[in-house]
């Protein structure tokens, strides 16, 4: 009785291990790792789907929802744990996406299919707003903030925009921050930075500050996306002789600002055509010459100043009597205003009077349209006398001739004569033959491009582990663990001549085995991957036995170039 127990529960747990069930997670974080439910608009967010079971043959997840984001490739990863002599298999599939658009959006559920079951997770809610709630805020060492100064503008109005860059103390430095994108936008960019103190919530803060101009080219509510931005602070202080003296490494931290929003209106129906925005006073016409031959040319400038869209500003049409006829040259920004150029010609003899020239604007501080008007100008244009051409020219006797082409003129010493300098053929050859050397030198180039471009994966084979010693020389030294997972990565794509897009964690593992690894070797390896993979693709740092994980890839690298 007790055999016939003991097989039944061995059955069992044979049929249970054969039937364990997978599961599936799903989770939204922020590009640090936080679980979050709320995301500013254009600020990148991380898609978690997690599938956990017993073996490394896991299903492939179908998260419902995920299209309607801007999402970048998903990476993955594995995590192997083994505890009382039970394996836990874990992969991760991790999605960067970002909205550029304010609401609440819903992915999931994630869905995974074992043997003819759908099992799926929970759907996740995640609302995108322009700036973080309150909730979420906190007492920070540095961070950005982005203003506009006017919340409603019609159509080409003018605004400003600030952007800001807070920090402590002296000690934090910011790196670099993210041009911004001022779609749909006219705007010159940004102008700064200057720096200056100001007070938060009773906090000092010192600030780096720029400034731009924009003028809205659509009406509709426009959204000015977070801007990222990343600043480096002293780490933790070095308990060795270096470190008394202040000396330490430094940390990188990237941030997002708040986004904006501005309603754009319409500009009223207005005909004729409208030439510009703001508050504008005056309109002036000026020529360059009043008196002109038939098709010569006349500069003409039309002088508009006041405040509004300026650079925007383009050519107005002229209004000419007949007999007139322009094209349009040359704008330029001058002091309170600018100036319109326009080359005018007379097609016909006569004296021209050119009436007032009117320039419409819309006035963003009445809301009603107004218009400028010019001075009236004269100009005379007298009938063209017949150019002599070289034929009608009276002709040079030789001796004459031969004269002066034996004088120079200087303009200081005595007077001398002097012999025609005669080009020398040597550089007339040496010009002519510039062509074909060029000929030559881009043929040799583009065979030499060809080479190297149908030898690119024997050249990439032979070299792989010299670069991949190189790049694992760089990361002890910066004490970066992750860039190990891109060197193994690379490693793979070189020596399989593949692209490194086409290397997947089940390829790694199936050429491992392959090479005749034993079992407790490939679980090592499988190990360390799922370390590396963690540490480059997500928030997690591993601190603690840095030296061990660079020792076991060193290991690893002098095993499989004795194999691959």
Known sequence: MVKKIGRLVLV?????????????????????????????????????????????????PRVQGIDQFKNSRTQTSNQVSMINGVTTVQKEYATIVKIDEEGAFTVGPAQIEVDGKIIESKPVTITVSLQ?????????????VVKLNKESVFVGEKI???????????????EKIEKPSFQNFSTEGLVGPVGGKSIINGEKYLYLEWKAELYPDKEGELLIPALQSVYSNHATQRN???????????????????AVKVTVNPLPHHSPAVHGVGVFTECKLSLNNVTATEGEGIVATVTVKGVGNLAQLKHIDLVLPEGLTYYTSNSSLIEGGKNFEYVVQGIEPGTYTVES??????????????????????????????????????????????????LSIITHGQWRTSSERVFSWLWFFLLASIPLLSFLLLSLKKRRDDFLEKNAPIILYNKAFSTARTTFMHARKGNYVGQLYHMFITLFAHRLKIKRVEVSETLI??????????????????????????TAFSSHRIENNKDGIFNQAAHWLNELEKRI
Not at 132 to 144: G, I, L
Not at 240 to 258: A, H, K, T, V, W
Not at 357 to 370: D, G, L, V, W
């Open 12 to 60: 069992s747990t044979l049929i249970g291990t054969v039937c364990a069930e997978q599961s599936i997670a799903l989770r939204v974080t922020n590009v640090q790792g936080k679980n979050v439910k709320n995301v500013i608009v254009g600020t990148p967010f991380i898609i978690r789907t997690i599938v956990t079971g017993d073996s490394q043959h896991l299903a492939e």
């Open 132 to 144: 973080e709630n309150s909730a979420d805020s906190e007492q920070k060492e540095a961070f950005s």
């Open 160 to 174: 400003e925009c600030t952007v800001r860059f807070y920090y402590e103390n002296q000690a934090i430095r910011l």
């Open 240 to 258: 060795d002789f270096f470190g008394r003296l202040g000396f330490g490494g430094r940390q990188e931290e990237m941030i997002y600002s708040n």
């Open 357 to 406: 020239q009117k320039f419409t604007f819309f006035n963003n501080e009445t809301h009603a349209y107004q218009t400028v008007a010019s001075n009236t100008v004269e100009l005379t244009i007298k009938k063209g006398e017949a150019k002599k051409t070289i034929l009608d020219q009276p002709q040079q006797t030789s001796e004459s001739h031969n004269v002066i082409k034996k």
């Open 509 to 534: 593992e199936e050429t491992v085995r392959g090479l005749g690894f034993t079992e407790k070797e490939i679980i090592q390896w499988r190990l360390l991957f799922a370390q590396l993979a963690e």
